[in-house]
């Protein structure tokens, strides 16, 4: 079946300016993360929702960044007004209950500019 | 969560097997030992986990030991196609955490034909 689905898979911004990445989980699937990987580095995990309960935002980085899932489903991740540092591969997971293992798909590779 | 120690990389002959250490000396009672890889440009992929006892699936065999302070990720017959970063992770399986998985640095597999 399909399998986790990022876009786009590669953005290239300006300083400044504010950028939202998609990711459709695959379908049923009630857990889904947001990871990111600086160029060489280990995953950095960012944010989490869990069914209909308030999401863990407790690895955002600052309040430039931002999440949302509609619909149990479909998850977006915002980063407003861009920085060089933000410039990263951004991962998308997701899994079938809580403590199941994560299934990831291939990221947004962001680059800010 | 436990912290891990994997070796940096380690080069592995076509066909044969792949013993991927990982020291856990820390880890707790209640810690699972999971492993991740990471093909070049791709997301995460899930490889396999365990508790206490050896496990084995279709990709691979993790054996931990009888203390659980180290385990060994076994790829039978290695091909080009396992050329990867490994990651090995140990966390708490239950609660309201979920998989806010931290991988480090992780093990450089070349599979050498």
């Known amino acids: 079946g399909a399998g986790v689905s990022q876009s786009p898979s590669n953005k290239v911004t300006e300083k400044g300016k504010d950028v939202e990445l998609r990711c459709d989980p695959i379908?049923?699937?009630?857990?889904l993360y947001w990871y990111r990987q600086s160029l060489g580095q280990g995953l950095e995990f960012l944010i989490y929702f869990q069914g209909n309960s308030a999401p863990d935002k407790s690895g955002l980085p600052s309040d430039r960044f931002s999440a949302e899932r509609t619909g149990g489903s479909v998850s977006t991740l915002t980063i407003q007004r861009t920085q060089q540092e933000d410039s990263a591969v951004y991962l998308c997971?997701?899994?079938?209950?809580?403590?199941?293992?994560?299934?990831f798909g291939n990221g947004t590779r962001l680059t800010v500019t | 969560d436990a912290k891990t120690t994997q070796p940096t990389s380690m080069d592995c002959a076509e066909g044969r097997a792949a013993n991927l250490p990982c020291n856990h000396s820390t880890i707790s009672g209640n810690e699972y030992v999971y492993w991740y890889r990471q093909i070049h440009s791709q997301g995460p992929q899930y490889i396999i986990h365990?508790?206490?006892n050896n496990e084995t699936n279709e990709m691979a065999s993790l054996i931990i030991t009888e203390d659980r302070k180290s385990s060994t990720l076994i790829l039978p017959h290695a091909t080009l196609r396992d050329t990867a970063v490994y990651y090995c992770?140990?966390?708490?399986?239950?609660?309201?955490?979920?998989?806010?998985?931290?991988f480090g640095g992780g093990t450089r597999v070349l599979v050498k034909p």
């Open positions: 379908s049923g699937h009630t857990a």
């Open positions: 992770i140990v966390r708490v399986a239950m609660g309201a955490a979920g998989n806010k998985l931290t």
């Open positions: 365990g508790l206490k």
């Open positions: 997971a997701s899994s079938p209950q809580i403590n199941s293992p994560l299934h």
